[in-house]
Every structure is written in structure tokens, then in C-alpha cells.
């Protein structure tokens, strides 16, 4: 990458080059300063669809997904459902020969009425409620990951094959919010009490299949999955599999790496080879359950522009459709999509719809001075946590998701509608 590729190209004139580690493989820049995604122009799909506008590129997930598989080709590779909760690319995972992770009795029924067959689903969660449970059992889930004692209480009897989720007291170096594998916060079982709870599955009639952790998300190091198969594999237990979870990182911005995935498959089969040895236990099937490093740079968000102050480009759209800079302090890049110009670029806070000064979708981005109403930007990297997070703040429908593959676009998620916003306010009488 050149230097100038990593600042953010202050006062400069011209088309910005783009950051193609970010977008799908398939964006191409067009004439007329366009771009085109999935063999779909945006300004295009824009005029067609609306915005705001939640792209998908089908082949760009598909193409991350095989990418697990090769490089864990002995692994079971499960996708985390919560980071895209849509039935069609549930379906194309299942295609792809992905496992699925469900977290609710709601997202158990986007599986279930996507076909997913039940024996490749997980469910998970601090909570399940008896509806969850009874809809993961009902259904016949493959296996339910274990979070509390109380938990098995409500599983006694009904011979549910389980893996035990671990506290392994690691540190991922990540969010707070999204840092699950220390000590001291809601998931899992510390370690010391893995065998008890191991011998309870047994007494309640479970079928204990295998252990389960999980870091946190949008995690860098390799490191701190190696110091997790440490662990777990350390307390000794045989088991058929050993499941780390999720969190491969994705890149957001110009100068973010894409997570070392052949690094990381080389470097756990070995270190689970070695303390296999070392504790005398046969070698357990590897899960792992990707979220994130699959679907979020296969997803491209586009807003037009409604107002332009000093500093300030607002758009249609806020933190409705990505409340993840106002969760998490993520950053986003923004693009100018759909005209040419030769103005000079100065860096402003891309701004959204709603009442809140922390309504920020990107910061600091370099966009022309003459960057004005009715002009389209598109950001990249919103495939994941996009759609599963949005929310009707200020009763503000939530986008569409449009997948794209080939030249063909299709409605994936309608946009909702005032009369889906009012649906549930009942006015007694
Ligand atoms: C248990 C579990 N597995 C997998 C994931 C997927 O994580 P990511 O999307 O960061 O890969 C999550 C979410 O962090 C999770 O809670
Ligand atoms: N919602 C988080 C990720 C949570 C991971 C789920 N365990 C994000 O958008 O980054």
C-alpha cells in the first residue's frame, strides 16, 4: 500500500483510488464516477431500490466461506447467524456446506423456514429462555452450547447432545463490549468449574459432545486462540469437539489487515495436535463460528446526501441501519458514488437522520468540498451487524438488503413501511 493509500488524502483533487481490500471482489470503478458492485451499477440499484440501500454481493460471501473451509478443510466451519439474520444467505451458506449458529427461538425460525436442516444447527446464549429451548428441542437442534448450571436444570432429562461454553480468563484485546473471554462477565463457565459442570451434563441425561469458548469479536491475534486450545485441552477432558468460536476480524478501514486465516489454521492444528499429546487424548473435531469475516466486506450501505454544513455531509440514513460507531466507536470509510469532480478533498463527519449528537457513520472521511444534496456516497464494510442491529429509532424504517451476484440484483429484505412501523401500537380503545 502507498503512503499516499494510507492518509486520509487531505486537500487532494481527483478520484480517491479504491480501497479494494475493503469491498467486494467484484467492485469495479465506472465511467462518470460510478461504481459497480456484484455486476450492478450503484447509482443504478439506488434509483431502483432507494436509499438508504443495504448491498450484498452473494459471491463475495460465498467466496469467504470456501475460503474457511479450505483452509480447515477437517473443520466443521459454523456461521455466527446473528452477524446476518437472512434467510437467503443462510441458504447460501447451507450451499456451501456451512453449520449454522442460532442465538434465539426468532432466529431458530429464520433457520428453520430457510430449510436449514436441524442437525447443523447450534444454539447458543447466556439466556434461553423455555421458548428458546423448546423450540431449539422441538425442532431437534444438533446441539445446544451449554452456558449455566441453571441451564441444565431446564435440559434434565431430554438426552440434548451439548458442548459446555468456557470462561477461559483470555484476554482478546478487543471492545470491552465484545470481550467474552475473560473472567468476570456473564458467558460461560470459568474454568475450575468445567468438571463439575461435565459431570453434571452426565447426571441430567445430556450428551456431552465437547467444549466450547469464544474470545470476543473483531479479533487480530492469532495468539489468543492458541492460549484457548491451551486451555480447554488442558483441563484434560476427552471430548469429539472442540469449538473456539468466532471473532475473525474484518478490515473497516484503509490500513486494517484482513485476518492471517492460513496463519491461523496452521498455527491452532498444531498447537491442538501438541496438547492433545501432552494430555493423552485423542484429537477432537475442530468447530470454529465466523461471523463477521464472511459477510462484512460483502455488504455496501448507500445514502444519499440530504444536507451539507461546515464539517458536516448528513444522509438519509444514521444509526438506524449502523449504530456500531455510536456502540462501539467503529470506524467507516464513505465514498462519493455516481459523478466526477476535481474538487479538493477535506475531511468531514458523514452524519445521520437522527436526534442525537452521537449519530455518526463516519469520521474523519476526505470527501470533495463540493459534495452536495442529492449526492450518493456509498460505505463499505456493512455486511455484518448492519442488518442485525438496526432498530426504528425516531420510527425510522429500516433499509433493504439487495443481494447482487453476476448482473442480477434481488430483493432480499424489503424495507419496512410505515404501516410495519405502526403495526404494533394498538391505540386500546
Ligand atoms: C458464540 C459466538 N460465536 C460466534 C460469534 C461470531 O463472532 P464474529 O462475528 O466476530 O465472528 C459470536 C459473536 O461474537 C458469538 O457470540
Ligand atoms: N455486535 C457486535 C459484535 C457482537 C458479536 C456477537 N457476540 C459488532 O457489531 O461488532
Known sequence: MTLAELLPSVGACGEPPLEKHLWPASTRLLPQGDLEVGGQALTSLAGHFGTPLQLLDETEVR?????FRQALPEAEVVFAGKSLPCRSVFRWLADEELSLDVCSAGELAAARTAGIPAARILMHGNVKTDEDLEAAL???VGRIVLDSFDEMDQLAGTAQPVLIRVTP???AHTHPAVTTGVDGQKFGFPLDTVP???RQTAANGLRLVGLHCHLGSQITRVSVYEDAVRRLIGLGLPIEQLDLGGGFAAPYCVGDQPFDLTGFANRIRAALAHECTRQRIPLPRLVIEPGRAIVANAGVTLYRVIAVKPG???VDGGMSDNPRPALYGARYTARLVGRHTRAPRHAVTVVGRHCEAGDILAQDVPLPDDVHAGDL???????????ALASNYNLVGRPPVVGVRDGVAQLLVRRETEEDLLRRDLIPA
Not at 377 to 387: I, M
Open 312 to 314: 458536516f455531509v448528513a
Open 63 to 67: 467466496h469467504r466461506a470456501r475460503a
Open 196 to 198: 463439575d459442570a461435565a
Open 377 to 387: 456516497l456509498a460505505v463499505p464494510v456493512t455486511g455484518a451487524y448492519h442488518h
Open 169 to 171: 480468563g483470555i484476554d
Open 138 to 140: 422441538s425442532y431437534g
